[in-house]
């Protein structure tokens, strides 16, 4: 099976990142920021992380038109927010998927960047990589330790979050099926998490 992988860069110095992408043998990696610059981890700015990639023979590419969180078109947010489901819909996120599934099989194994250190909490893996999952790629998630957690276990932990109670339903009810939940759950945490235009900014990275 393909493997996509993401990582968080606010859980390395630019060593243990750079180490970390080789441990695991990744040679492109797929910038998901609106803004691909820091004001806190400056190593990370484009112009400087796209040489430091290069020296490592790491390709750099920025897909911020394909998979930023910060969208222009207004279409995308409902009730206030990006609809990651509205989005993932869209032909330029459809085009940044074929351009990434066409290349695995010339040998490229991808790493989507973003800041956060949990990927739970960022649209990187709530919204990109799910939809690479969806359609049959395995995905690995780096934590800030260096170890995996797969999509399996984020959809048990959003499962968990939004659906603690799930077995002590009463005889009288019948429970959503698991794929139910999960959906759910996806849906409830792009709530959570996503870009609101007419919140006050923030200073983190997107």
């Known amino acids: 099976m393909s493997e996509i992988y993401t990582i968080g860069y606010s859980g390395f110095d630019i060593e243990s990142f750079i180490s970390t992408l080789k441990k695991y ?4 990696l797929i910038d998901v920021r609106s803004n691909p610059h820091s004001k806190i981890y400056l190593d990370y700015n484009k112009e400087v992380l796209s040489k430091v990639l290069n020296r490592n023979k790491i390709y750099y590419r920025n897909y911020v038109k394909e998979f930023g969180a910060r969208q222009l078109d207004t279409k995308y947010y409902t009730n206030g927010y990006l609809n990651f489901s509205l989005f993932t819909q869209s032909e330029q996120f459809r085009e940044g998927m074929r351009k990434i599934l066409n290349s695995i099989p010339l040998g490229y194994t991808f790493v989507l960047m973003c800041s956060e250190k949990d990927p739970i909490s960022c649209h990187r893996n709530i919204m990109v990589a799910r939809e690479f999952y969806k359609n049959g790629i395995e995905i690995k998630n780096i934590l800030s330790d260096g170890s995996i957690l797969t999509q399996q276990e984020i959809e048990k932990r959003l499962v968990d979050m939004y659906f603690p109670n799930r077995d002590q339903l009463s005889f009288f009810e019948t429970p959503p099926s698991w ?7 996806y849906k409830y945490q792009n709530e959570i998490i996503g870009y609101r235009p007419n919140a006050e900014e923030d200073v983190g990275d997107e």
């Open 25 to 28: 043998d990744i040679n492109s």
């Open 179 to 185: 794929n139910e939940m999960v959906r759910q759950a």
